[in-house]
């Protein structure tokens, strides 16, 4: 194809990074002194008196990837005309021959090239030997020379003892009945279809690149681009991923501050202070507990950014923890200080019944609780040193005695809890084989605590500290996060947004703040709420919304902007 070199050259050295262009590199150095003005002023390539453009070689890897992607969109003029002008090849000249030879079916001098262009002991020549003769085969039978495909099969494929499993399925594909048949059950397609293609870019992506670029070089260095826009990109909440074919390259990705709930869309009015808050895992349930017992499950219509009242649970004792069971059916209700036991309600009915109640002892303090993903377990305690264990299918109750818990969150191995506890730990749990270790420790008290979906991340809410963030793995702390006011009070933060890069949390000076999680310092600083916001929760499905409820008995709804016409109240500003 396009290239300079001697295709008569029996190996090739990648080592150094003159393999291509020794030549060009030559007339590059005896030329650096030829330097143009053009009439702008400005500075160009020296010309040869070839014709040639002495490019840098710096810019030759660049020249390189233009005529690749030129050469991809179809342009092959220009990309003549490109080669001829910088007398750069795009790759080695046998690598040239080699897609050549593969695109015309040539196999014994497709084999003969590829040889050498590898060490015969680099890793993974074995396997893409195997892939050029099992296309050669595959053609043979496709093309009803059974006994060339036979001899194909035994004394070339055969020969590199290559994976055993494959080797196998080879010698059934002789018993098709039909070219279509073949394809058929060797998920192939075809000669004319695009298998001799995806060979040539298999190949491309095992050669070095200095011999022969991979695919779409060009395309996936922009997309990397993009991609690093978006995660920089301070309000950017959505699952879309940019690349170059829903993108513009000619300014740089930005989501607008509009499209980010920084409104508030609704008020949900308590009687008492809101002392917890929480999304149901679908998204369109959410559950808010209030000091003077009060517990609501309110609808949520997406569409309209607005909740509906759906039941109202009217609890014993002042509501400090909620949690949805994983398939949404149930919910389990903790107190504050001195409640004896956790009570399972289920959800799913026009009113909420008591499923069961976790206790064991009126003298218990159960104050936070997990589901097990599975939904059959609960695991709850409290300050009093009770951790318990309860298994709803058969009421029984584990304990693991002498643990003073301030949070807990279970993991999906559906054995392993984190635990923070008194003693200002992080620690794990196994409940199978009933061993523990320590995942983390700080100097100071350990609020709350809030585990992220993949299980990398823990968020610990810290006494006078405010927000750290934990790397579960080896226990090292990533990064504080600053400008909240934190002191002694129960305030929750959470994870949330798309695919959880933002922190959220409440603050004792009536704000909500909104932390990238990769940042220190706020993004945002919600204003709305006229006391200490003491829980937050963001939508695990709608990720444009989040809610906060505060001392002031409010819970507030908030949104972007943008859709303000569809909600029905919109009280709240940003600064």
């Not at 497709?110 to 085969?137: H, R, W």
Request: charge should be negative; glycine fraction near 6%.
């Amino acid at each position: 194809m396009h290239s300079n070199g001697n295709p008569d050259c029996s190996k090739v050295e990648t080592n150094g990074s003159n393999n291509l262009e020794d030549d060009e590199d030559n007339h590059v150095a005896n030329n650096l002194n030829n330097k143009v003005v053009n009439q702008n002023g400005h500075s160009s390539n020296s010309v040869s008196q070839s014709g040639r453009v002495c490019i840098p070689h710096h810019q030759k890897d660049t020249v390189r990837l233009i005529g690749q992607h030129l050469l991809e969109l179809g342009l092959h003029k220009t990309v003549d005309k490109l080669v001829e002008e910088g007398g750069s090849a795009l790759e080695h000249p046998l690598a040239s021959q080699l897609r050549n030879q593969i695109l015309s079916g040539e196999w014994e001098a497709a084999m003969s090239v590829f040889t050498q262009l590898c060490e015969p002991n680099d890793p993974g020549v074995t396997d893409m030997k195997y892939k050029i003769l099992e296309q050669k085969y595959l053609e043979l039978l496709e093309k009803g020379e059974q006994m060339q495909a036979l001899v194909c099969l035994q004394e070339e494929i055969t020969p590199l003892k290559h994976s055993l499993a494959e080797l196998h399925t080879l010698p059934s594909y002789l018993m098709c009945s039909s070219p279509a048949d073949l394809r058929s059950l060797a998920k192939w397609t075809g000669a004319m279809g695009s298998s001799r293609q995806l060979l040539v870019h298999k190949i491309q992506e095992f050669l070095p690149a200095a011999i022969m670029l991979p695919p779409r070089r060009l395309e996936g260095l922009l997309k990397q681009a993009l991609v690093l826009q978006a995660n920089n990109c301070v309000y950017h909440n959505t699952e879309f991923i940019p690349c170059v074919s829903n993108s513009s390259l000619l300014e740089d990705h930005s989501c607008s501050r509009e499209s980010f709930p920084t409104e508030t869309k609704q008020i949900l009015e308590h009687r008492d202070e809101v002392l917890h808050c929480t999304w149901s895992n679908s998204g369109l349930f959410l559950a808010t507990g209030a000091l003077d017992g009060s517990l609501y499950i309110w609808k949520y219509n997406p569409m309209r950014y607005q909740l509906v009242e759906d039941k109202l649970i009217n609890v014993t004792y002042s509501v400090g923890f909620i949690a949805w069971s994983p398939d949404d059916t149930m919910i389990c209700v903790c107190g504050v200080e001195k409640c004896p036991e956790a009570v399972v309600w289920t959800v799913t009915g026009t009113t909420a019944v008591i499923k069961c109640k976790v206790t064991q002892s009126t003298e218990d303090v159960l104050t936070c609780c997990a589901w097990s993903p599975d939904s059959r377990f609960i695991y709850t305690g409290g300050q009093q040193g009770q951790f318990y264990k309860y298994d709803l299918h058969t009421t029984t109750v584990y304990n693991w005695e002498g643990v003073r818990l301030h949070s807990v969150a279970t993991l999906r191995d559906n054995k392993t809890v984190l635990a923070a506890d008194s003693h200002k730990r992080v620690r794990s749990y196994n409940f199978q084989d009933y061993t523990d270790h320590t995942v983390c420790e700080d100097e100071n008290q350990i609020i709350n605590m809030t585990l992220s979906n993949d299980e990398k991340y823990c968020l610990l809410t810290l006494a006078k500290q405010g927000l750290l963030l934990v790397d579960v793995a080896s226990g090292t702390s990533i990064r504080k996060f600053h400008g909240l006011v934190q002191s002694d009070y129960q305030i929750n933060s959470c994870f949330g947004g798309s695919k959880q890069q933002f922190i959220l949390s409440g603050s004792e000076d009536h704000h909500v703040y909104v932390f990238k999680r990769d940042t220190s310092a706020p993004i945002l600083k919600l204003v709305g709420h006229t006391r200490i916001v003491s829980c937050v929760s963001w939508n695990p499905v709608y990720t444009d919304c989040f809610v906060s409820g505060s001392d002031d008995a409010s819970v507030r709804l908030w949104g972007p902007p943008i859709n303000s016409e569809k909600s029905g109240s919109a009280s709240g500003t940003q600064v």
